[in-house]
């Protein structure tokens, strides 16, 4: 693990000093890009962790994507709209979500409830689903929050964390809408 967090810190900081990095030519350009390089390393590790933890508690193959769907759903224990679902997770790739849904659906997982129009359609968790968010829920605690308590970061720095990271979203969220469209 050291030696590869050794390679990270020398490609960014090669890429910043000697001006190899195409979005990073100013100095204000090599911090934006060494956050949003560290925020690449660190939504693939989480996904990868995510799929891998599933992967441990049920015999369905699905991405760590998926697997915050379905954790989404279970949250506070209440059927969720599609829409909802995307936009508590800051998704917009409906049809992606779907096809999760349906994987979802035909394990038993979860259950579609409603007059069956897309829009009115809710999904909730079934016992299947609460047993295997739980087991879920229950190897991330034995496995992930010993290793991320190690961190010695505390309440307060977790928290400064999360509230950075939703204003990035915000940011960044922004600026894909104020983005300039070809052809428009």
Known sequence: MAASRKLVENASAEAGANGGWHLARTPDEERLAGLEFALERVAQAYYRWK????????????????????????YEDRPKRLSEIGQLLNRTDVPNMQYAMRKF?????????GSGSRRDTRYQVTDAGREVTDAYAELRRDVLLPLAG??????????????????????????????PIKGR
């Open 51 to 74: 799929a891998a933890c599933f992967s441990q508690v049920a015999e369905l193959g699905i991405s760590g994507d998926d697997v915050a769907i379905l954790n989404m759903v279970r």
């Open 105 to 113: 659906v035909k394990a038993e997982l979860v259950e579609a409830i």
């Open 150 to 179: 190690d961190l010695d970061q505390g309440d307060a720095a977790f928290s400064t964390i999360a509230r950075a990271l939703d204003a990035l979203a915000l940011a960044y969220g922004s600026a894909a809408q104020s983005a």
